[in-house]
């Protein structure tokens, strides 16, 4: 079964997390009564003041990835152990400072592969007109 961190949790009661991933942890309270528990727990504490979720959440943007790790992220171009770090920070914590970070970045290198295409693809019809004419 899949494993619901404590983070997830809190951002489900800060209503942080991305939508998908909200209505899908609902479901799963709905059937899940150790997660109940354990989402109840965390409220408590929460508001006991025993973990803040300000807290919590500076621990964690500490360890969100760099913006320039993102962009080897997406390259590919890194470790095995960090791909699945980054991977998990994004995907199953759903970071939305990082996913926004993410997207924004593959919009850039999205831009960049359409321009390089437009440019290639230019610069072969001008020659095939050269030839042709
Ligand atoms: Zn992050």
Not at 95 to 115: F, G, I, M, P, T
Request: hydrophobic share 30%.
């Amino acid at each position: 079964m899949h494993t619901i961190s404590d983070a997830t949790l809190l951002a489900y009661i800060e209503e942080s997390l991305p939508l998908e991933q909200m209505t899908n942890l609902e479901v799963m309270l709905r059937q899940n009564g150790d997660l109940q528990s354990r989402l109840r727990e965390l409220i408590a504490k929460r508001e006991s003041g025993v973990h803040s979720i300000g807290d919590i959440w500076r621990r964690h943007r500490i360890s969100c990835p760099t913006r320039e790790e993102l962009g080897s992220y997406l390259l590919g171009a890194m470790t095995d152990e960090k791909r699945d770090y980054i991977k998990f920070h994004i995907e199953e914590i759903g970071c939305r400072y990082c996913q926004s970070n993410l997207s924004d970045l593959s919009d850039s290198h999205h831009k960049e592969a359409v321009s390089a295409r437009r440019k290639k693809y230019f610069q072969s019809s001008v020659g095939r007109l050269k030839t042709e004419g």
